[in-house]
């Protein structure tokens, strides 16, 4: 496995590379989620690049970009040993070697939920992706899941860009105890740990509900009931939308796809998860 510090580096390499490259971004503090679209990107491509880095540009809270986990190292041997070629480690200078400005417009995919209660995050986002798409000049990249609105985001970045990078959701890879593997969940208290599973339990006991023929506006209201019931859990928003708009759905006939969405805070640490309701 290759790994590139530089832009010029593994431009040299990508240049000389033959078949169909695979990426797969991430802010590195690897789990098996993240091995996960590593195994999908394996399989469906040549060349798998992976890439670690803890983009600024996407976090609204700076306590938040400071205490996110860092492991290169461990990282680097996690991803070398699921098969990884190339991994792209890069600077903040290489990233952003004059400040990004640009301001992206993703009408109403960024104005809730996550947009809503981090703003400029999506922004962020789309800044770095664009950036790893144009050095890494993927033909597919896979993102998670697990962060429903991002992947909204990233399609919508990929069509506003003309870009030709086909984007592959892959499925939430959770802990036994149903809690969504994330990063952040290392920041946990092994308390914290148990109480966060009521996150995920809640949104399975919503997906059984949803066949007793309750509203989604009743749903919504008992999801938050069911998680802050659990203690040290307050729920930051609870929505039900539709799969491709986002909007929230009040009507289970209306939409061919429907998810339950929810952002909670335990402690000082902020989590998210979602579940496929129809
Ligand atoms: P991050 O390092 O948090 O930016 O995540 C990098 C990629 O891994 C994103 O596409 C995430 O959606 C994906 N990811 C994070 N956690 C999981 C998980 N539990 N299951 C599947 N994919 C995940």
Redesign the pocket.
Known sequence: MDIYRKVSDIRLRLDKAEGVVGFV????ALHC??L??VKLCKSATDITVASIFVNPTQFNDSEDYRRYPRNVESDCEMLKNAGCDIVFVPSEEEIYPEPDNRIFDFGNLDKIMEGYFRPGHFNGVAQVVSRLFDIVKPDKAF?????FQ?VAIIKAMARQLNLSTKIEV?P??RENSGL????RNALLTETQQKNAAGISQSLFRAKEAVKQNVSPAHLKNEIAEMINSVPELKTEYAEIVDGKTLEPVSDWNRHSEIFACVAVNIGKIRLIDNIQLK
């Open positions: 971004p991430t802010m590195g989620g993240h996960s679209l993102f998670g899941q697990k962060d991002q892959v939430t890879v969504a593997m994330s990063s």
